[in-house]
């Protein structure tokens, strides 16, 4: 089972919207009983809510279902995880400083994996949930792509 987490500041919109897609995603390529995806905040300060209005309204007018979220902190159980990613520097730097020492796995913002070194803007300060939303997508598929060259699926596996 590889296992992935997605990781932002608040975990209400970002790293919520990343694991809705990217379950959208793996759930259309049948290995959604071979990936567990999950997200989590660097943050303690929106423990407990849901998903971001503007978020979930990206994600519904798609078609791409929300799972039932309740936001939660990054912590040290989710040392385990294969890939853990963050969408910007400072959650890399706060994945470092929450999780540190971590003996294996990847770490790295999301669009590292489509070949881009660049951060995803907070749409909790820049209300722009539609860059947001095209983003976190482009960067779902290449990690989706990546991680698919890196792992043995069974590729019997039924799609949905
Ligand atoms: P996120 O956005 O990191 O993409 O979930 C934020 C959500 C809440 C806050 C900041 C960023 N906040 O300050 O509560």
């Known amino acids: 089972m590889v296992k992935v987490i997605f990781v932002c500041l608040g975990n209400i919109?970002?790293?919520?919207?990343?694991?809705?897609?990217?379950?959208?995603?793996?759930a259309e390529a049948g290995l959604s009983?071979?990936?567990?995806?999950?997200?989590?905040?660097?943050?303690?300060?929106?423990?407990?809510?849901?998903?971001?209005?503007?978020?979930?309204?990206?994600l519904q007018a798609l078609g791409i279902p929300t799972p039932k979220h309740v936001a939660r902190q990054l912590d040290i159980e989710d040392i385990k995880a294969d890939?853990?990613?963050?969408?910007?520097?400072?959650?890399?730097?706060a994945i470092n400083y929450l999780i540190g020492a971590r003996p294996s796995g990847e770490v790295n913002m999301l669009l590292h994996y489509a070949g881009e070194e660049t951060q995803i803007a907070d749409p909790w300060y820049?209300?722009?949930?539609?860059?947001?939303?095209?983003?976190?997508?482009?960067?779902?598929?290449?990690l989706l792509a990546h991680i698919q060259s890196r792992h043995s699926f069974n590729q019997d596996a039924p799609s949905i």
């Open 13 to 26: 919109c970002r790293s919520p919207m990343a694991e809705a897609i990217f379950s959208h995603l793996v």
């Open 33 to 58: 009983d071979q990936i567990t995806i999950d997200s989590a905040a660097t943050s303690p300060w929106e423990i407990g809510k849901t998903i971001h209005e503007g978020a979930n309204e990206r």
């Open 83 to 93: 890939y853990i990613i963050g969408m910007d520097e400072p959650n890399l730097r």
């Open 126 to 142: 820049t209300e722009d949930f539609d860059t947001a939303f095209s983003e976190i997508y482009r960067g779902c598929q290449a």
